[in-house]
């Protein structure tokens, strides 16, 4: 029988608008985490059924024309290519680091120079010592003016979210749904860091969303990624990297 623990419900807002949330539960003894970079982008849901892959959420954000990661990725201690964040936000970026099974959540300056098992910068940190540390306002990790990098600022409306979290024993995976008008309002940053704060997450860190957001459990895809507003049906986006669990 699977350890982990999956939880879904309708998430009303304060403004009375409603959002669907996933969210899994790992009991960290029982994961192994690492970092997965696609040669080629792959919707991580084909991935993971092709590989055998049950429990999966999506990675960092990527550019495209080539694809490759946006910030630091290092896979089994190597770095691999990127495309640069633009300083002095890329030191303050949080990341993920994978070192022999154990995760931590940290700002990219707070992490080895050169990590000795798996890295993924995304951002921006969402949760610290179980308390909402995203603030807009400040724009601490540059999400708003380096917004060049991306097709928008990402933290400035509701959308698709994905989040990876950690506490005493425990991974905590989260996406919510989004883009579906009078259905799924999606999430914005503050509030995806206050759901996270809900569930118990000492340290939470923002993953890639919007059509990128994919999450998988028993190798199937739990949410309902849309790439525009109302299509017909979801699909997940091929991505560049992925954390799997």
Request: a negative charge; charged letters at 25%; glycine letters at 10%.
């Amino acid at each position: 029988m699977s350890s982990v623990t999956y939880l879904l419900w309708r998430h009303e807002l304060a403004d009375g608008l409603v959002t669907t949330i996933y969210a899994t539960r790992h009991p960290a003894a029982q994961s192994r985490p690492r970092v997965v970079l696609f040669g080629e982008p792959e919707r991580l849901d084909v991935w993971c059924r092709s590989q055998g892959a049950d429990e999966a959420i999506v990675g960092g954000f990527f550019v495209r024309d080539p694809f490759r990661p946006l910030g630091d990725v290092w896979i089994d201690g190597r770095e691999v290519p990127h495309e640069r964040v633009p300083d002095p936000y890329a030191a303050r970026r949080a990341c993920v680091v994978v070192t022999d099974g154990a995760i931590e959540i940290l700002p990219r300056a707070d992490a080895p120079d050169r990590p000795a098992g798996d890295l993924l910068a995304a951002g921006p940190l969402l949760v610290s010592d179980g308390a909402v540390a995203f603030d807009p306002d400040a724009d601490h990790e540059g999400f708003s003016a380096g917004a060049e990098q991306f097709d928008s600022d990402i933290t400035a409306v509701r959308n698709q979210r994905a989040a990876l979290g950690i506490c005493d024993g425990e991974l905590i995976a989260v996406t919510c749904d989004g883009r579906r008008t009078g259905v799924d309002a999606g999430l914005s940053m503050a509030e995806l860091a206050q759901v996270m704060v809900d569930l118990g997450a000492e340290r939470a860190i923002n993953l890639d969303g919007g059509g990128s957001a994919t999450h998988v459990h028993h190798g199937h895809l739990l949410n309902r990624p849309y790439s525009d507003q109302d299509q017909p049906g979801p699909e997940s986006r091929p991505v560049v990297t992925a954390l799997v669990l």
